[in-house]
């Protein structure tokens, strides 16, 4: 099993930057794929960015592509989301995200607010 816990969320202006960071708790140099999601009131949750642990393939939405960074510290077991130029309609509950052995786990999320 993983476990994984988001933090770093918040409330943020227009044009504003974010990072959220995602610990797993296990070695993620493993791990098949991990990525960050995000599910806005009422909308499907939706992938935002993924990255491969070991060999560091990233995989961007259309809409955040240019603005937002995904990124792995192995040795931390962590994977962090840069956001930058953040929009209001980025407004939405962020999960991270990890798919390991066949089964796929999920954080509880972290709130990101952007609005003036």
């Known amino acids: 099993q993983v476990q994984l816990v988001e933090s770093g969320g918040g409330l943020v202006q227009p044009g504003g930057s974010l990072r959220l960071s995602c610990a797993a708790s296990?070695?993620?140099?493993?791990?098949?794929?991990m990525g960050w999601y995000r599910q806005a009131p009422g909308k499907q949750r939706e992938s935002v960015a993924t990255i491969t642990p070991r060999g560091g393939s990233t995989d961007y939405a259309d809409s955040v592509e240019g603005r937002f960074t995904i990124s792995r510290d192995n040795a931390k077991n962590t994977v962090n989301l840069q956001m930058t130029s953040l929009k209001p309609e980025d407004t939405a509950v962020y999960y991270c995200?990890?798919?390991?052995?066949?089964?796929?786990?999920w954080g509880r999320g972290t709130q990101v607010t952007v609005s003036s």
């Open positions: 995200n990890a798919i390991d052995s066949g089964l796929t786990y």
């Open positions: 296990k070695n993620i140099f493993n791990i098949v794929a």
